[in-house]
């Protein structure tokens, strides 16, 4: 393995990091509410559904960011490997994915583990092992 130390960019990545944290430990503080993007979207869906304020103000603020992010720099390039009906494909999965789960890498990743939540943690530790034999199979027994 090699490090692209061109591109390499901790200090990004902390920050980011960083704000993620501080956002959700914010929301549940705030709300009471664990910040998890596919539960607040599900829930954005349902008639009568109590915050719909607060959970449109945090996915506002997740669309925003791209742009406030332009204000200083250029936004890294998309890349599609797959084509469209790959990645139609792959979010149909994980969008199913999500379902089955109760809830995704944001809700059990980050909200989920930093509260100890056992099924958080086997929810993770799930998404990881499946995202890393999808690599593996595309990667190195498909050839792709």
């Not at 332009?70 to 890349?79: I, K, N, Y």
């Not at 086997?122 to 034999?133: C, D, N, Q, R, S």
Request: positive net charge.
């Amino acid at each position: 393995m090699t490090i692209d130390w061109v591109n390499f960019t901790p200090w990004s990545a902390l920050a980011g990091g960083v704000l993620i944290g501080a956002a959700a430990s914010l929301f549940v503080l705030l709300n009471g509410r664990i910040a998890g993007i596919s539960g607040l979207l599900a829930s954005l869906l349902e008639p009568g559904a109590e915050g719909r304020a607060e959970k449109m103000v945090f996915l506002l603020g997740l669309l925003l960011a791209p742009v406030l992010w332009m204000s200083f720099s250029t936004l890294p390039a998309l890349e599609f490997q797959s084509g469209w009906v790959g990645l139609l494909v792959a979010g149909l999965l994980v969008g199913v994915g999500t379902r089955y789960g109760s809830g995704c890498t944001s809700g059990h990743g980050v909200c989920g583990i930093s509260r100890l939540s056992p099924r958080s943690i086997v929810a993770t530790l799930v998404f990881m092992v499946a995202g890393f034999a999808t690599v593996y199979v595309l990667r190195h027994l498909l050839g792709g």
